[in-house]
């Protein structure tokens, strides 16, 4: 199913409106947030999206450019899941500690919250679809983010290599290591005779260096949290789980993962929130199948 079919279905949603209901039926309130937050286009705004804790004293806000579309609705539940999670940090805890365990744990989260509007569940209760239709394109919904994630994988190795080569040894041909990696872990041919610095296009190595690892690591956290959550919930069919009216979630959630901030360094908070060390099993059981 392309992009386009699935922008039909919040052509004539309220994205926004749509959120503030998710985030409140799991127990995870996000109207302060909404309230301090910039939301829609205007001239001369940054076109991206960000969740910022101001002042680890409960300042959350979210910058945004909602427009009535599948992409904007993926982005506003991934930024917001950003937002619960440092809105429920224990505020007694000392500054440093108030914070994240770690930007795969926040990067978790929220992808596993942005991925959750493309289960049928939540597109019948959030959407108020017909049943029959919310399974068809639940299934294609699914099927889409299938691919994406396997795909995405696939280009984190690039940015992981090639930042871990970069950085032993700057002065080596970068275009060559690029365009090698790219091809080995893509599947990509370079373009015959290129030796243009096609790496620098990439945002991240400048803004965010050594980070894109924490993407993955991310995708890992939030298939093992949402599975360890469905054990916990008696949920059998951990596929089809959309969290919808379930408070439990944002007890489970508060309690294993946003109430202890920094207090454990990641792998132990992936042990205290899982019962198991940060691993790939769950994410297969999610993307390795049909």
Request: with cysteine.
């Amino acid at each position: 199913m392309g992009a386009v079919k699935l922008d039909a279905l919040y052509a004539k949603q309220d994205i926004l409106e749509i959120s503030r209901r998710f985030y409140a039926s799991i127990g995870l309130p996000i109207e302060d947030v909404l309230g301090r937050s910039d939301l829609y286009e205007k001239e001369g705004k940054s076109s991206h999206a960000f969740s910022a804790d101001i002042d680890r004293e409960g300042d959350i806000r979210v910058l945004a450019n909602i427009r009535p579309n599948d992409y904007w609705m993926n982005t506003m539940l991934h930024e917001l899941g950003h937002s619960v999670y440092s809105r429920h940090i224990d505020r007694q805890l000392p500054y440093t500690l108030r914070t994240e365990a770690h930007m795969l744990a926040t990067e978790g989260i929220a992808m596993m919250f942005g991925r959750v509007n493309k289960r049928a569940e939540w597109l019948r209760a959030m959407l108020k679809m017909d049943p029959r239709q919310a399974r068809r394109y639940g299934t294609e919904s699914r099927r889409t983010l299938r691919m994406e994630s396997l795909i995405f994988s696939r280009w984190c190795q690039v940015m992981l290599h090639f930042e871990r080569a970069l950085y032993a040894n700057p002065d080596q041909d970068l275009s060559k290591l690029w365009w090698d990696l790219v091809e080995k872990y893509q599947g990509l041919k370079r373009p015959e005779g290129r030796a243009e610095p096609d790496y620098a296009s990439k945002i991240h190595l400048v803004t965010v260096p050594v980070y894109y690892h924490n993407y993955m690591m991310g995708e890992l956290f939030a298939s093992q949290v949402h599975h360890a959550m469905a054990k916990q919930l008696g949920v059998r069919d951990s596929g089809s789980f959309a969290y919808v009216g379930r408070k439990e979630v944002g007890e489970f959630l508060k309690e294993r993962v946003f109430h202890p901030g920094a207090q454990y360094p990641w792998n132990e908070l992936t042990q205290l929130a899982t019962g198991e060390p940060l691993n790939a099993g769950a994410y297969a059981l999610d993307f390795m199948r049909e």
